[in-house]
């Protein structure tokens, strides 16, 4: 099979854990040099084993999207590596608060969504011509769930925002699109603050809903990032493509 990704610069922000870091070892399987940002990036044995896998094809960048210098550093590394062809912007964060709660929903907004439009913005003069970029949406987006309205608020805002951007940039040669997962089994949800018993109970009742009666593997949402960010998506544009066990048809 045509491998497009072999030798092509793909940035991932989020590879620390979960589908960036999913998302990663499937590119770099694909032949693909990968730029990878996380907050942190040493002492990490998942993104170790990465990396003496791949020495010549897995870059690591720390920084942190919600900062304007962390970002400018990973621009500047990009155009030393001469341009980016996907970016896949896959940091993100959720946490428990009341709907009405301003400060939760700027911190969230901070990460899922400024933080991810702000690294196309970065990196848009250094994208490559026929350039994919994938951003992360949440079925919460389409669903309501007590506690994350902060979460589910920020990330349909995103996917609204998206929309246009597909339209603005499409001619510049750019496609931009988004995947959006339902529950997966990620670091996320231990960042909730749930005791144990609450994630377990939790677990079972969106269990419940998902057809094959279980949480996604972050590598199956990965697989259709890269499939979204590749040739073979090459007539969509400024869709979100749900991804989520059949959530959202219960």
């Given at each position: ?30 032949g693909a040099r990968v730029l990878g940002m996380a907050r942190h990036v040493l002492d990490l044995p998942a993104l170790q084993a990465l990396q003496q896998s791949y020495p010549q094809q897995l870059l ?191």
């Amino acid at each position: 099979m045509d491998n497009e990704f072999a030798d092509r610069l793909v940035v991932v922000t989020g590879v620390s854990s979960g589908i960036g870091l999913a998302l990663t070892a499937q590119l770099l399987q694909q032949g693909a040099r990968v730029l990878g940002m996380a907050r942190h990036v040493l002492d990490l044995p998942a993104l170790q084993a990465l990396q003496q896998s791949y020495p010549q094809q897995l870059l690591l960048q720390a920084g942190d999207v919600t900062s304007s210098a962390d970002l400018q550093a990973l621009r500047q590394r990009v155009a030393q590596l001469g341009g980016v062809d996907y970016l896949a912007a896959c940091a993100g964060c959720a946490e428990l608060a009341g709907s009405l709660d301003q400060t939760a929903f700027e911190r969230q907004w901070a990460v899922n969504g400024a933080g991810a439009l702000n690294t196309l913005a970065v990196l848009r003069d250094v994208l490559g011509s026929n350039s994919s970029v994938v951003f992360l949406g949440s079925f919460l987006s389409q669903a309501s769930f007590p506690g994350l309205a902060a979460h589910s608020a920020g990330k349909a805002a995103l996917i609204a925002q998206v929309r246009t951007l597909a339209v603005e940039f499409a001619a510049l040669g750019v496609r931009i699109n988004l995947v959006s997962p339902g529950p997966t089994a990620t670091a996320l949800w231990d960042g909730l603050g749930l005791a144990e018993s609450e994630l377990q109970q939790l677990a079972e009742q969106l269990g419940r809903r998902l057809l094959p009666g279980h949480f996604l593997e972050a590598a199956a949402v990965a697989r259709v990032i890269a499939f979204q960010l590749s040739q073979g998506a090459r007539g969509v544009y400024g869709q979100d493509w749900v991804v989520d066990n059949g959530y959202s048809l219960s």
